[in-house]
């Protein structure tokens, strides 16, 4: 029997199992004609990197059955590892398993240790039959790379209405010390996330208009450079901006029925893993993103991000647009993709749904904005509780005012005459064309607490408001389903504990301005 003949009987039989399995060589043939074929193609395979390791998962085919035939029985599946490439047979390169327990290694996998960070590793999967005939075909071939990586996560109890119960740690977070605002003594405490890439990585500096670093601020006291110095936070004729840098990170969220779930990593693991907050219009990646210390302000129909001044309203999301990137070309208001950011690190150092409790209150008992740059003295982390003062300001991660005193309208994110849309990366635009249907109604009672909310690959998004203001997210929520809405989010002065890092307004139209609408810079890395 040659070649063609083979094939011929193969197409005829229509299965493409063996059409999967059969390479054109003539020893497959004369495999074939002595009595067998080799098994189909693996269902799956996959591979996880880890820290000088790999974990693969891998299912065998089914047995080959034809015309109510019986044609092949799967025995196991031998895995052969390699560098440099690809083993070619059951014989080339080290064995990892000979599995014959089809199924075996489906789900929980097997682990690879002792392999060589940064270096790409090839794996070969071969089925074989009862007979001992091999599927040597390359659809059964992956590649993965191991890498030293810090990983941590957090998952939601989406049943569990308490915020300071309903986030449990995963991942290397399992056991740390959540983080919080010691109110009593006035002092930060970091628990066990002190040394955290993403903390250690996030410093106040001077960012000029080209969008490269000045020079960095004194943590404690933004008022000098870091070489104690006089700086330029509150010099309106200084051509830049004060910034907070955060370092690039790698999210991966998701949900399933009972739990929400965000894993935050140093390096993209997977293709599952995206830093959309990192990424640009040309889909390159940044390895810092700046965010304003401070509200916007306007001077000379620009946005800046300085202390000492009155923060920017009463502007249509238009103007807001234009008075950031009258800085450059690498400045823009902020995004849906950076507010889940911080969103998500605050959910996950604290442990806890409830920002105002853990962090402060921040200012949403006041009757009107307070200037920027009140707390430029008082470190990365600074809040008071409800029961110290409701009128003064909250920072975060060197971000004054992150909730309360004005909302801070967000590109990316709109409500489309009742469904929520979403835009990862830019460009962006105030009409939603170009954006993503989510799917998700906003609902419950406008004005309201958030109960429900949806962990969206770009960030979680809160949709029902039918909570309180102690319970779930713990954060309000306004809409307006009979329109186009342009995202506000940490609320204002004067919305007491509906303020707080999950609040968000989608009941607002772009064109909307008010004296408690503001906004905030966003600036790119230069590209190399």
């Known amino acids: 029997m040659e070649v063609g003949e ?33 098994p189909a193609n693996m269902k799956a395979i996959s591979a996880k990197v880890g820290d000088g390791k790999l974990k693969i998962t891998f ?7 034809i015309d109510g035939q019986l044609i092949c029985t799967v ?31 489906s789900s929980n996998g097997i ?12 794996l070969a999967f071969f089925p074989y039959s009862d007979q001992g005939l091999y599927n040597y075909n390359q659809a059964n071939r992956l590649e993965a790379t191991p890498k030293a990586y810090i990983l941590y996560g957090y998952k939601i109890n989406k049943n569990d ?18 983080a919080a605002m010691d109110f009593a003594s006035g002092k930060f405490n970091y628990g066990s996330w002190a040394g955290a890439w993403f903390i250690e990585g996030n410093k106040p500096y001077m960012v000029k208009n080209d969008g490269t670093v000045d020079y960095e601020l004194d943590a404690n006291d933004y008022t000098k450079k870091k070489d104690g110095t006089a700086s330029d936070v509150a010099n309106s004729s200084y051509g830049g901006n004060a910034m907070a840098s955060f370092p690039l990170m790698w999210f991966k969220r998701w949900e399933d029925s009972q739990y929400e779930y965000c894993n935050i990593c140093n390096i993209q693991l997977d293709e599952t893993y995206t830093a959309y907050a990192h990424t640009r219009q040309d889909g ?33 999301a238009a103007t807001e647009i234009s008075y950031a990137t009258a800085n450059g070309a690498r400045w823009y208001t902020q995004s849906f993709s950076e507010w889940a950011m911080v969103g998500d690190l605050l959910r996950l150092i604290s442990r806890n749904d409830n920002a105002q409790v853990a962090f402060g209150y921040g200012r949403g008992g006041a009757n009107a904005a307070m200037n920027t740059g009140s707390l430029v003295a008082k470190g990365q982390f600074f809040g008071y509780s409800e029961a110290q003062s409701t009128v003064n300001a909250v920072k975060v991660f060197h971000i004054e005012n992150f909730w309360g005193n004005v909302w801070n309208r967000i590109a990316g ?21 170009g954006y993503t249907n989510t799917g998700l109604t906003p609902a419950g009672t406008n004005g309201g607490y958030i109960n429900l909310t949806k962990m969206l690959a770009a960030g979680r998004v809160g949709y029902t408001a039918s909570g309180s203001a102690t319970t779930y997210a713990a954060d309000g929520f306004w809409f307006n389903n009979s329109q186009s809405n342009y995202a506000l989010v940490g609320g204002g002065w004067g919305f007491a504990a509906g303020c707080g890092a999950s609040c968000l307004s989608l009941g607002d139209a772009a064109s909307n301005a008010y004296t408690s609408f503001g906004a905030c810079l966003s600036c790119e890395q230069p590209a190399a």
Not at 59 to 64: A, C, L, Q, V
Not at 78 to 91: F, L, N, Q
């Open 111 to 122: 682990e690879i240790n002792g392999l060589v960070n940064d270096t790409t590793y090839y």
């Open 6 to 38: 083979y094939y011929e009987i193969a197409k005829e039989s229509t299965s493409q199992a063996i059409l999967g399995a059969v390479q054109d060589t003539k020893e497959t043939v004369q495999n074939f004609h002595a009595g067998g074929v080799p």
């Open 284 to 316: 390159s990646i940044m390895d810092v993103k700046y965010l304003a210390m401070f509200e916007g302000s306007y001077i000379s129909s620009k946005m800046r991000s300085l202390s000492g001044q009155a923060p920017g309203v009463s502007q249509t």
């Open 59 to 65: 299912t065998e085919p089914d047995d080959t059955v």
């Open 75 to 105: 025995k196991g599946c031998m895995v052969r590892i390699k560098a440099g490439s690809y083993p070619v047979d059951e014989k080339d390169g080290e064995l990892v398993v000979d599995n014959t327990e089809p199924g075996k290694y």
């Open 161 to 178: 209405s308490n915020p300071a119960t309903r986030i449990t740690y995963t991942e290397m977070a399992v056991g740390m010390t959540p």
């Open 413 to 433: 994110l709109m409500n489309l005459s009742g469904k929520i849309y979403t835009k990862e990366v830019p460009p962006y635009n105030t009409t939603g064309s």
